[in-house]
């Protein structure tokens, strides 16, 4: 049994720049009749910046990507961020 998925982590907001970071969840376990077999690993792929009304998303090789990629693999970013921004004026 494998499981993956992305989440977003809590944000950290420097100097009025808040930053996002957004992880690869991944759980696997494999039962054998004489042992159990976990594995977990967690890993880094986008940061979301935020800076006053600027949003950007980048990969972790430093290029940008659209929102829309991000929306379509975690359905709750994009009221994450309306909430985050509604409650963080110093963001807006």
């Known amino acids: 049994m494998a499981e993956q998925k992305l989440k977003i982590e809590a944000p950290s ?30 890993e880094p792929v986008a940061l979301i910046v935020l800076n006053g009304s600027v949003r ?7 290029k940008e990507i659209p929102f829309e990629i991000l929306f379509g693999q975690i359905p709750e970013l994009a009221e994450f961020l309306d909430n985050y921004v509604s409650q963080n004026p110093t963001d807006k």
Do not use: C, W
């Open 13 to 42: 907001t420097v100097d009025g720049i808040t930053l996002i970071p957004v992880v690869r969840i991944e759980q696997q376990g494999i039962l054998k009749p004489n042992s159990l077999y976990l594995h977990f690993v967690k």
């Open 56 to 62: 950007k998303a980048y990969i972790m090789n430093g």
